[in-house]
Nanobody, 120 residues
Framework: VQLQASGGGLVQPGGSLRLSCEVS????????AGWHRQAPGKQRELVAA???????NYAESVKGRFAISMDNAKKTVYLQMNSLNAEDTAVYYC???????????????WGKGTQVTVSS
């Protein structure tokens, strides 16, 4: 099982990006997924999280601007980022609690990061 994040890039302030985190490998379900980010010189922080039941959680700094969603059928987690500003510049990482088989405990996986740069 691997997580592959994509969708990062350079965007102007006020712009939007959509990050995707695709799970490869044979799995039963994604129970939980989160997007984290780490800016230079700062600690990694949780940006947004979603459960398979649809519950979401956001960092205060991104509430109202970012939206996380999960498509278990496509084994993909998304992060829609709107109204981006320079403070959103960071490497974004996805992680997920994945259940490989029904009734088995979940296991946590991390993907490699994707760079998001907000600059004019």
């Amino acid at each position: 099982v691997q997580l592959q994040a994509s969708g990062g890039g350079l965007v102007q302030p006020g712009g939007s990006l959509r990050l995707s985190c695709e799970v490869s490998g044979i799995i039963f379900s994604i129970a939980y997924a989160g997007w984290h980010r780490q800016a230079p010189g700062k600690q990694r922080e949780l940006v947004a999280a979603v459960t398979s039941g649809g519950g979401t959680n956001y960092a205060e700094s991104v509430k109202g601007r970012f939206a996380i969603s999960m498509d278990n059928a496509k084994k993909t987690v998304y992060l829609q980022m709107n109204s981006l500003n320079a403070e959103d510049t960071a490497v974004y990482y996805c992680n997920a609690d994945i259940r490989a088989r029904p009734g088995r405990p979940t296991r946590n996986y991390w993907g490699k990061g994707t760079q998001v740069t907000v600059s004019s």
